[in-house]
Nanobody, 124 residues
Framework: QVQLVESGGDLVRPGGSLRLSCAAS????????MAWYRQAPGKQRELVAT???????NYADSVMGRFTISRDNAKNAVYLQMNSLKPEDTAVYYC??????????????????WGQGTLVAVPS
């Protein structure tokens, strides 16, 4: 079974920093784009940042200059360094990955995976 497991969510004061981690495990052949999304209470899930296999990144305007997405292809992991946190960053953060996997039959398959979510709380 292929899955993403996140860690690093916490309660942090405004202006503080936090680093989220997400690792993929299972029968993985390769991972294409990886991303972080977030969902604040009462709001729709939104894209925070993306990163390609080659390391090209994109960010939501709301986090540009404060958040940094990175990945370690050898570890099948993606990270989100969050600095200068604001109360409006409070949300459940989800990692997302476009994964090529191999089934028991030997068939290759491509999956879009989501992590279970990790809570980042920045009180006002």
């Amino acid at each position: 079974q292929v899955q993403l497991v996140e860690s690093g969510g916490d309660l942090v004061r405004p202006g503080g920093s936090l680093r989220l981690s997400c690792a993929a495990s299972g029968s993985i052949l390769s991972i294409h784009a990886m991303a972080w999304y977030r969902q604040a209470p009462g709001k729709q899930r939104e894209l925070v940042a993306t990163i390609t296999t080659g390391g090209s990144t994109n960010y939501a305007d709301s986090v540009m200059g404060r958040f940094t997405i990175s990945r370690d292809n050898a570890k099948n992991a993606v990270y989100l360094q969050m600095n200068s946190l604001k109360p409006e960053d409070t949300a459940v953060y989800y990692c997302n990955a476009d994964v090529e996997s191999i089934l028991r039959s030997g068939t290759h398959t491509r999956l879009e995976l989501w992590g279970q979510g990790t809570l980042v709380a920045v009180p006002s």
